[in-house]
């Protein structure tokens, strides 16, 4: 199975400023296809995960362009540029390349200092 | 608008079973493969189930074969999951997830005595 390992697991960010979470992967994710199937996701306190980022670095609909994908091969990033109260939250990154299983970094918690 | 519905959590004795329900609304149910996701209490994201749109296939993480099983309904949007010997370990909110475009809001199961 793909391990993927995410770090920090906790970081304290001045509103403002910026905030960078790595997500590094035991195998390569580019697929057959030529796609590479790294995602990140949001958790909110209190509320369901959503998806902030596909295939590394597509913004979906609705997400803020402070949150920026970049990446290849075995190493990611999400960057949120400008950190606001509301990005508090828990921060994964999911790969789905090799399935299954499907595997989840252990997350990344995003507080204000 | 999109919504992901999940019921059929709840408090089970160890061994027991449960059956969990997620009626779906607002996406073209039939053409998204489905995920099972479950959040055991402060901690993070782990992928359970999943099952494409033409129930061709079905994948389990390594914990849960043989005990769960996924299944759906297209004429009716709605997706399943039965699960049975249930341990402590299994205590989670479980997500409906497509495609992980879209999540449910998740519905508790807590496995004690």
């Known amino acids: 199975d793909v391990v993927v390992t995410q770090y920090p697991l906790s970081l304290a960010v001045t509103l403002g400023q910026s905030a960078s979470i790595s997500c590094r992967s035991s195998h390569s994710l580019v697929s057959g296809d030529g796609n590479t199937y790294l995602h990140w996701f949001q958790q909110r306190p209190g509320q369901s995960p959503r998806r902030l980022i596909y295939?590394?670095?597509n913004r979906d609909s609705g997400v803020p362009d402070r949150f920026t994908g970049s990446g290849s091969g075995t190493d990611f990033t999400l960057t949120i540029g400008r950190v606001e109260a509301e990005d508090v939250g828990v921060y994964y990154c999911l790969q789905g390349t090799h399935w299954p299983p499907w595997t989840f970094g252990h997350g990344t918690r995003v507080e204000i200092k | 608008q999109v919504q992901l519905v999940e019921s059929g959590g709840g408090v089970v004795q160890p061994g027991g079973s449960l059956r969990l329900s997620c009626r779906t609304s607002?996406?073209?149910?039939?053409?998204?493969?489905m995920h099972w996701i479950r959040q055991a209490p402060d901690k993070g994201l782990e992928w359970v189930a999943f099952i494409d749109p033409n129930k061709n296939y079905e994948f389990y993480t390594d914990s849960v074969k043989g005990r769960f099983v996924i299944s759906r309904d297209n004429s009716k949007n709605t997706l399943f999951l039965d699960m049975n010997s249930l341990t402590s370990e299994d205590t989670a909110v479980y997500y409906c997830?497509?495609?992980?475009?879209?999540w449910g809001q998740g519905t508790l199961v807590t496995v004690s005595s």
């Open positions: 607002g996406f073209t149910f039939s053409t998204y493969g």
């Open positions: 997830v497509g495609d992980y475009d879209y």
């Open positions: 295939k590394v670095s």
